[in-house]
């Protein structure tokens, strides 16, 4: 059983950064697909970014090309989201997630491991 648990959430304003951290606890770090999903108030769940075993592969939503980036430290049992240029629509309850499949990893249903969450407000 993998516990996840996620930091660096906040208010910030538009056009602004944050980075979010999420910590694994409980499993081999090194086994999973990690990434990042966010939820909005009457809106699905939706996927962000996710990042393969070893590093080498990240896959982003479109939504986020280009001002977000993914990445993991194995040594460390985190994975961070770098977010820049964030934009009012960014706002959401942010995921950390763990999978067995990189390919289909954007499926919720297919996210073996569930953070809490952390709430990220970007003001316009």
């Known amino acids: 059983q993998v516990q996840l648990v996620e930091s660096g959430g906040g208010l910030v304003q538009a056009g602004g950064s944050l980075m979010l951290s999420c910590a694994a606890s409980?499993?081999?770090?090194?086994?999973?697909?990690m990434g990042w999903f966010r939820q909005s108030p009457g809106k699905e769940r939706e996927f962000v970014a996710v990042?393969?075993?070893?590093?080498?592969?990240?896959i982003y939503a479109d939504s986020v090309k280009g001002r977000f980036t993914i990445s993991r430290d194995n040594a460390k049992n985190t994975v961070y989201l770098q977010m820049n240029s964030l934009k009012p629509e960014d706002t959401a309850v942010y995921y950390c997630?763990?999978?067995?499949?990189?390919?289909?990893?954007?499926?919720?249903?297919?996210?073996?491991?569930w953070g809490q969450g952390t709430q990220v407000t970007v003001s316009s």
């Open positions: 990042i393969g075993r070893n590093g080498g592969s990240t």
């Open positions: 409980g499993g081999t770090f090194s086994n999973y697909h």
């Open positions: 997630a763990a999978s067995d499949s990189l390919l289909f990893f954007s499926t919720p249903v297919n996210v073996r491991y």
